[in-house]
């Protein structure tokens, strides 16, 4: 029988509508599901007692647009334990022909499928496999999913490649393929090259489905490098920053370099714009209306938000050009050799037209400034100590922050001949509209970090 018939579209359907709300990837937690329809349906396998589906389907909901997600499954008959925690459906709860169903991107020999498909090029059904030019994918890598639940799942290939299939999709070029494809070809070397993407005709538009790309192996990302840093300063109670034996503002200033590198290979291979300032301002001033709205917090900072971004409004045009649009400590990778700049499929909340559109590389520089705060006060409001204890863990953060801050605007000059804080109003203003965002994120999911990014308005709108 073939995987439709064990397992009809309609109990499908039925059985994701459960599932999926769920799972890390799912965007749309809170959202009242409404229907969920098959876009694409393409049979990887089908063996007595295994198979495995490509699939791809269109969730509707009552109060926010549709959304279409990618989900491989697999189906067996007997389920080994490795994969029990995977399940969809068990036997018991399915059907008649007593069939496990499970998210197929977690069984190696659903990943060796992918893997061999890759080698050969060879596409399956109505998905197409496309290799860059040059780009060899060697035969008979073995596929192991990545631990951590994200909003994509990674699959490293033989430890040389790693596939992202993208769970969320959008109609279109995915940014995260077409921004380090045009950077590979301008010689930027502060990225992982891409091999390869899958993509598919998906309502009528040719869709970025997944990619593949070089494994950075040996690599730490900047995030938990940074975490380390802060914590050893920490525990060190009698030294400065610049002597604790992780000090972190070396790295800073080659991440600052690296970012710098990217910004100006993006402006290389994809061309350079100026958009009015007045513009970019408008969009600030429009997220700073809708947080204010769900978050009564901010209410008491509003109208001084607003001055600065009416600074902002008035300072002409400004240069422009596509940029990372999400970057943080997180998007970062330490290899032995250098710097690794991630992710580039921008803000997942912003539509595929907005995270294409050309702004001002001063987004990039405001999001790692405002990560490094982060870092700094992460460990610092884990702790529980009294308050004279918490007032000088606070002071000590701070002193990092700053440190790493100018670190790296100082390795962005370096590299860049432009230092981010001679643009002060639209360094600030950025910096502001990434704090707002962070406030309402905080609000929604955690409401005990709120006041970070509110102490962090108040330091940018009265330094």
Same mark, same amino acid.
């Not at 994509?152 to 279109?172: A, D, Q």
């Not at 690599?219 to 610049?242: F, K, N, P, Q």
């Not at 965002?437 to 940018?460: M, N």
């Given at each position: ?24 990837? =799912? ?22 007692? =295994? ?23 697999? =189906? ?89 299939? =993208? ?297």
């Amino acid at each position: 029988m073939t995987n439709t018939e064990l397992y009809p579209d309609e109990r499908l359907v039925e059985d994701l509508r459960e599932w999926m709300p769920h799972q890390r990837w =799912f965007a749309a937690k809170g959202h009242i599901i409404t229907g969920i329809s098959v876009v694409l349906r393409h049979p990887l396998v089908e063996e007595p007692g =295994f198979g495995a589906d490509h699939l791809l389907v269109k969730v509707s909901f009552e109060s926010t647009a549709d959304q279409i997600y990618q989900v491989p499954l697999g =189906f067996r008959s007997h389920l080994p334990e490795e994969l029990q925690s995977w399940s969809v459906v068990g036997p018991d709860d399915s059907h008649d022909h007593g069939l496990h169903v499970y998210d197929g991107l977690r069984d190696q020999e659903i990943l060796d499928r992918y893997s061999r498909s890759l080698a050969s090029g060879t596409p399956a059904g109505p998905v197409d496999l496309h290799n860059v030019p040059g780009s060899v994918i060697e035969p008979g890598l073995r596929g192991r999913a990545l631990s951590a639940e994200q909003s994509n799942t990674s699959v490293v290939l033989g430890e040389k490649l790693l596939l992202k299939m =993208f769970r969320r999709v959008t109609l279109g070029i995915n940014p995260d393929v077409e921004l380090p494809l045009a950077l590979g070809e301008d010689g930027c070397r502060s990225i992982a090259p891409i091999r390869a993407w899958i993509d598919a005709e998906v309502d009528g538009v040719r869709t970025t489905l997944a990619m593949v790309q070089d494994f950075a192996a040996n690599s730490a990302d900047g995030w938990s490098m940074a975490l380390g840093s802060v914590r050893d300063l920490l525990i060190e109670g009698d030294l400065r920053a610049d002597e604790v034996g992780t000090d972190f503002a070396g790295e800073s200033h080659r991440i600052g370099a690296a970012v710098a590198d990217v910004h100006a290979h993006l402006g290389s291979a994809l061309g350079t714009d100026e958009r009015a300032a007045s513009e970019l301002a408008e969009g600030m001033l429009h997220r700073l209306e809708g947080a204010t709205a769900e978050v009564p917090e901010l209410a008491d900072l509003t109208e001084a938000i607003r001055a600065r971004f009416e600074e902002v409004a008035a300072l002409g045009q400004v240069p422009v050009h596509r940029i990372h649009g999400d970057l943080h400590l997180g998007q970062v990778l330490r290899t032995p050799e250098r710097w690794l700049l991630i992710d580039f499929e921008g803000e997942p909340a912003k539509s595929l037209e907005e995270r294409r559109k050309p702004d001002s590389p001063f987004r990039d520089v405001a999001g790692m400034l405002r990560s490094f705060d982060y870092a700094a006060h992460h460990s610092v409001r884990e702790s529980e100590q009294g308050a004279a204890v918490e007032s000088q863990r606070e002071f000590r953060a701070r002193e990092w922050a700053e440190r790493n801050c100018a670190a790296f605007c100082d390795g962005y000059a370096a590299a860049s001949g432009t230092d981010p804080r001679d643009a002060d109003v639209l360094l600030r203003g950025y910096e502001l509209d990434k704090a707002v965002y962070e406030v309402v994120y905080e609000a929604r999911h955690r409401p005990s970090w709120l006041h970070l990014p509110l102490e962090a308005i108040r330091r940018l709108t009265t330094g």
